[in-house]
Nanobody
Framework: QVQLQESGPGLVKPSQTLSLTCTVS??????????WSWIRQPPGKGLEWLGA???????YYSPSLKSRTSISRDTSKNQFTLQLSSVTPEDTAVYYC????????????????WGQGTQVTVSS
């Protein structure tokens, strides 16, 4: 069974860099044709796709966040990470990592596997 678990600080100060790690079990992040994504849901709003890293290591980013977002992976640990720089209170959200068959993820599909999500609050 595929499982994903997000980890990282729950509180980040404005202007700092948010860093989250997704640890994957039950599958390899280099398995062909899957994408490993970061999605967030701000309070009272819908899902927002931040970006993804593909099985080959290619990265894809939301145009609106591309200048602040970096996604990388550590295949030896079967993990991928999100870094979001220069955060503001508007970046407060529940952050999810997911395995999908498509690059952009804005809804949940029956074929997806999602982590349980982690709350990140940006506040001084």
């Amino acid at each position: 069974q595929v499982q994903l678990q997000e980890s990282g600080p729950g509180l980040v100060k404005p202007s700092q860099t948010l860093s989250l790690t997704c640890t994957v079990s039950g599958d390899s992040i280099i398995t062909k044709f899957y994408y490993w994504s970061w999605i967030r849901q701000p309070p009272g709003k819908g899902l927002e796709w931040l970006g993804a890293i593909g099985y080959s290591g290619n990265t894809y980013y939301s145009p609106s966040l591309k200048s602040r977002t970096s996604i990388s992976r550590d295949t030896s640990k079967n993990q991928f990470t999100l870094q979001l720089s220069s955060v503001t209170p508007e970046d407060t959200a529940v952050y999810y990592c997911a395995r999908t068959r498509r690059v952009v993820t804005t809804t949940r599909s029956v074929d997806d596997y999602w982590g349980q999500g982690t709350q990140v609050t940006v506040s001084s």
